[in-house]
C-alpha cells in the first residue's frame, strides 16, 4: 500500500483529496501546514507528498526546499496543487525541487493518473 | 445535504470569514505585515476551496478580494477604512451566498448578481487592467471552463439514431467533432443568433442546448443576456468549422471524438431473453468472417425483441457495424459481450498497431518535467539538495516506467541509474527517449467544477457513507476539535428528551402494581431500578447539554464590526469592551440572544451615547463607552450592555407612556422608578418620537422582551440620568428539559414552570380581600394580588376548599411581580419536554406547549406571564 501525504490548510481540499486517493487505494496521511509535513515526513515514510503553495507557518516552496536539503528524511517525489496557474509559479516548485505541479481545483482522473505515474502502479 | 464535502466547505468557510472580519477590523487599529499576509492567504484558501465547486460568481469575487489584498501587500495601495469597507461588503456577499448554498444547495440569483457586480467594482476601481489584458484573462478563464468539458461530456445524453449517424460517417473516414459553443453573454447586441448559427452549423449531426446559469425564476430572466450553451455533434472537417465559427472562436472548443465513445446500447436492461445460442453463434460466425450468417441471425432476434431493450440497441448497432466488417470486428465483438453481460461494451483492442509503440501523453509531460527539474538543480550550489532531487527524479521516472509497463525502458534506464547516476547523465537519458517532437506544449487541465449534489465521474466524493466516520467529519484544527453537525445533536437531544420522559413511567407502573395488585416487594426493586435509572439518564442529559454549550463570543463577535459601521454612520466615538465572551449557554440560548442584542446595542449606540459635543459640555470623557458583559449566575447566563450615555429620566418615560395611553392616570402617580423604567418594554413605546433609521422602524424594546420570554428569561433596566443604562438579560442556560409544577384546577392538570413559581402556600377564604373588584391577600407583609385560574382560563367550575376552607396558591413571580394563582391542587414536579404549539394552537398564548406525561398522557405546559397580563386583567 503506498503512502501519500497531502498537505493544505484547507479541511475542504484535504477531504477532497483524501477522498479521490483513498477510493483508488492509496493510504493517505494529513498535514495541516508545510511545517507539520516536515515533522511528519520525519516520523513516516511516505512514497509521495501533495502539497498546497500557500499555507501558514511554512508553505508549500519551504517545505520542499527543507525537504530537500535534510539528509535524514526520504527524498520522495513532490507534486505541488496551487491555484496559481502562472508560469513563474511553476519555476519556482521545480527550482525548489518539486516534480510536478497541478492547478487548482483539481480533476479527481487527472490526480489518479500522476499519482499512478508517480506511484508505479498500473496506468490505464 | 449529502454531500460531506459540501457540508466541510460550508463549516470552513464560515471559520474563514469569521477570521477574515476579524482580521480587517484588527487591521484598522494598526498595520500590520503579518496580519495582512494572513489575511491574503485566508482569502486565498477561501477562493480555492469555492472552485472545488460550481459557484463561479462567488469564486469571482473572492478572486477580486484577493487581487485588492495582493496590491495593499506588494504596498502598491495603503491600506483604509475605505478598502476595509470594500472587503467587508465582498466578504458579506459570500457569507449570505454560503448561508443560501447550506439552504438550498445553490446562491440565490440575486446574490449571484451582487457578486458579479461587486467583483467588477473592485476590479474597475482598483484592478486596471489594460484592454489587451483583460481579454487574456477572459480568454484564459474562457479556456478552462473548455477545457472542464471534456470531462463531464457525457455521450448518453445523444439519442442512439444520431449517434448512429455519426457512427456511420466515421466508419466513412470523416471525423466527429463535438463543438462546445458558449456564446457571450452580451452575443445579442452584436446581432448575432446563437440559435440559428447553431442549426446551420456545416454536417450538423445533433446540437442541444442548456443554461449556464440556473434561473429559479423565469420573471426575473434578464431577457437581454444569453446564458445558454450549446453542445454540438459534427463531421465536418475541422478547418470548415473554424472558417464558419471564424467570428467567435474565442467561444467555440473543439474536441475530437473516437469513435468508440459512441458506440454503445442504450434501453432497457431487464425483459427479454438473452439466448445463449446466439451469443455463441454470432461469435463463431463474427471468427469465421460469415457476415451474412451473423446479420441473419441478428435480423431474425431483432425482429423478435421489442424495441427499446438494451438488447435491441446492441443488435442494432451490430448490424450497422456489419456493413463496414472487418475493420469494425473488434466493435461487434465487444457489443456481443457487452449483450452478455448486459454491460457496457468494453473497447479493449487498440485502434492502430502503431499507437502500442507510442507513449502515454502524461507520462511523457511527466518525464519531460524531470528534465526541467534536473536542469534546475544542476545549478545549485549544495550538493545534498542535487543529490536529494536527483534522488527523488529517478524515483519518478522508474515508477512511471514501471506504471506504464514499458519493461524495455525501464531496464535501460535501471541500467543507465547504476553505471553512472548523475544529473548529467539522466538529463542526455531523457532527451534520447523523448525527442522533442514528442513534446507537446505543456497544457494544465481544470477540473470540472463538482456540480451541486452529482460531481463529475463517478468518482465522486458524494459516495462517502450518508454518516462519514468521526475521522472523516472531524476538522482537525490546532485545538483538536471536533466539529459536529448539529443535526446530530439535535437528534440526541431529542433522543434523551425522550428517555428522560420515558423513565417516568417506571413510578407511575409501580404505583399502578401497587394499587391493582398490592404487592409490595417488587415496588420497592422497581423504584431501586428507576432512581438508578433516573441518575443515568441525568447525567446523560448533562453530558449532552455540555456538548451543545457554546461560548457567547459566537454572538459577541459580531459587535465590533457592528459599533464600528454604526458609529461610523453616527458620526459617535465609541469604544466597546467585551467581557466573559467565553461564558457558554445552549447553542439555542446563544442564537436567539443574537438579535435582541442587536438591537439593544444600536439603541446604546442611537439613543444612549451623546454626540461629541453634547459630551464635552455634560465634561464626560468625548469617546463613548458601550459594555458587552456576559457571565454565569446559577442556572442562568446573565447577558448586560451597559453604556454611559445619556440614561433615561423615569419621570420622562412615564408621561410619554400616559400620553401613549399605556397607563392611566393613577398609575402615573402610583408608579416607582423600576417600574417606569420596565415600561420601555411595552409593545408601542419607543422613547424617540421619530424613530431614526438606526432602531429599526416603530420597534421598541418589546421586541427585546418577546425574545426573553420565549426563552422564560428575564430582562431588568437600570438607568441613572447622564450617567448611562444598563440592560440585563437572564436566560437559562439550556432549554431542553424542563421543571414544571403539577397543580390541578377543575379537574383538569396543567403544568406550571418552576422558574416562576416562588411558593406554594394555603390561604383562608377569609384572608381574601376584595378591593375595587379585585382579589388580594397579605402574603409575609406583602399585599399580592390573586386570581381565580378557573376564572383565567374560563373553566366553569368552583375553585375547591379543603377541610380548613383554605385555597391552594400558587405564588408566581412574573417579572418581579409576586401573583397568587388559586388552584384547586398541587401534584409535586416533573421533568417535561415541552413541545412548543404549532400552527392554529401557536395562538393559544396562555399556554406554551405541551407535554407527553409518564403515562402517556398529555399535559398543558401555562405561559404565567400570557395568564396573568395576557388576559386583560
Redesign the interface.
Known sequence: MKKILVVD?????R??HK??LE??GFEVD?A?NGLEALEKALINDYDLYIV?I???KLDGYSFVKK?????SVR????IMVT?E?EEKDM?KA??N??????????????L???C????????E | MSNPLLEQFIIESRDFLQTISEIIIKLEEKEDAGLLNELFRIVHTLKGNSGLFDFPSMTKLLHAAEDLMNLVREGSLSYSSHIADILLEAMDIVSIMIDEIEASGSPSLSSVQSAEEKAKKIKESFLKTSPKKESEIKEKSEKKEHIQLEHVFDFSVIPEEFRMKAVKEALNGKKIILIHYTPEAECFYKGEDPFYFVRNVPDLIWARYYLREEVPDPSLMDIYRCITDFEILSTAEKEELTEYFKYVLDQVKFIEIDVTSLIFPQGDKNGGPVYEDFINDAKTYLKEENTIALKNAVTTLLELSSSELYFASALRWILLLIEHLPETKDYIEALIEAIKTMSMPVFTFKEKTAKETELPDDFIKVIKIQKKVLEKARLREDRIIRDNILKAVTDVIENALFSIKNTKLLNEFKTIKQSQENIDSIIKWIDDKLPESHYQKETISIAPPLKKEQPPADRTTSDVSEAPSQKEAAVAVSTKVLKVDEAKIDRLMNLIGELVVAKNTLPYLARKVEDLYGITEIIKDIKAYYSVLNRIAEDMQDAIMQVRMIPVSLVFQRFPRLVRDLSKKLNKKVNLIIEGEETEADKNVIEALSDPLIHLVRNSLDHGIESHEERTAKGKPEIGTIILRAKHEADHVLIEVIDDGKGMDPEEIKIRAYKKGIISEEELEKMNDEEALNLIFHPGFSTKEISSELSGIGVGMDVVKTAVDKFRGSVKVKSVKNQGTTISLSLPLSMAVSHVMIIESGERRFGIPMDSVAETVRVHKERIHTFKGKMTTVLRDRVIPLFYLNKLLDIEKPHILNEDGEYAVAVLNIAGQLTGIIVDRFHGTADIILKPFTGYMANLRVFSGTAIMGDGSVLLIINPEELIHGSGN
Not at chain 1, 9 to 13: C, E, H, P
Not at chain 1, 67 to 71: A, F, G, H, P, T
Not at chain 1, 97 to 110: C, H, L, M, S, T
Not at chain 1, 116 to 123: D, H, M, P, R, V
Open positions: 490548510d484547507a479541511g475542504t481540499v477531504m477532497y477522498k479521490i477510493d483508488v494529513e495541516v498546497d500557500n499555507m501558514p525537504l530537500r536539503s535534510s539528509e527524498q520522495s517525489p513532490v491555484t496557474a519555476h521545480y527550482e525541487g518539486a516534480n510536478f505541479y497541478i492547478v487548482k481545483p483539481v480533476n479527481p482522473d487527472e489518479i493518473k500522476v499512478k505515474l508517480f506511484l508505479g502502479e498500473t496506468y
